[in-house]
């Protein structure tokens, strides 16, 4: 069985501060105790160098624990009119090793197609960095048992214009949408059910992909839950939205993948 590294990314979305920011070095230099998960900060863009001013000024007294940097969002072009956007190759400057591609706020309020996703996930490795690519399925399709259909469709368009073994550098987050910001979380056995999904697909044309790639669950994660979402075989950590805004909370939260 391949040994997986779990992961505790947090997305502030339209949140936080480089207050916030410092606060969380200041408990990660006394709470996170070895490498036994990766922690990855995914701020708003303003933001990142505050962040990667912290990672330098904090190096020795992480102690070898990995915390990263990563970005919400980027675009598919690598450059030109196009104002508002930040390339792929600007945040690899900026120090990011990770990018979140097809959030379901991304898909939903900006209508990123899975095309357009794609295109994202393809930007990110070009310029050397770790896509994590989201998918999950909405309220009404879970009701109408079309989880799988709706995931296996957003899998296949990435394998499509990317090919399988695109996916030996990147990371899933399965979100379902009507978890996603609204309190409602996944059961442990729900998150389970799909993650297997997942990686079953992706080992019908890769069993090492299958094996070894990380899915992380996001959607309402509070330290009230993560044990047990945590626990699930397939379950290699969590994508973080609320609670990576509090510093008790978020760090509450790497211990318990930690000891996963």
């Not at 996170?32 to 962040?51: R, W």
């Not at 839950?225 to 509090?246: C, K």
Request: net charge negative; charged share 20%.
């Amino acid at each position: 069985m391949a040994l997986r590294r779990p992961m505790v990314a947090g997305n502030w979305k339209m949140n936080g501060s480089a207050k916030l920011a410092q606060e969380l070095f200041t408990k990660f230099a006394v709470k996170l105790q070895n490498d036994s998960a990766e922690v990855v900060l995914c701020p708003p863009t303003i933001y990142l160098e505050s962040v990667r001013q912290l990672l330098e000024a904090n190096k020795e007294a992480l102690n070898g624990c990995l915390v990263r940097m990563g970005a919400q969002n980027l675009s598919q072009h690598d450059f030109g009119a196009y104002t508002g956007e930040i390339s792929g190759q600007m945040l690899k400057d900026s120090g990011c090793r990770y990018v979140i591609v097809g959030h379901s706020e991304r898909r939903r309020m900006y209508g990123e197609t899975s095309d357009i996703v794609a295109e994202k996930f393809a930007a990110a490795q070009k310029h050397g960095m770790t896509p994590i690519l989201c998918v999950g399925e909405s309220g009404p399709a879970r009701e109408a048992r079309r989880t799988f259909e709706v995931i296996a469709e957003e899998l296949d368009v990435v394998i499509e214009k990317n090919g399988t073994m695109a996916f030996d550098n990147a990371i899933i987050a399965y979100e379902p949408l009507w978890a996603v910001g609204t309190g409602k979380s996944a059961t442990p056995e729900q998150a389970q059910e799909v993650h297997a999904f997942i990686r079953r697909r992706l080992s019908e044309v890769s069993p090492f992909i299958g094996e070894n790639i990380r899915i992380l669950y996001g959607g309402s994660v509070t330290p009230s839950n993560a044990a047990d979402l945590f626990a699930q075989p397939d379950v290699d950590g969590g994508l973080i939205g609320g609670a990576s805004l509090n510093s008790t909370e978020f760090l509450t939260l790497c211990s318990i993948a930690m000891s996963a």
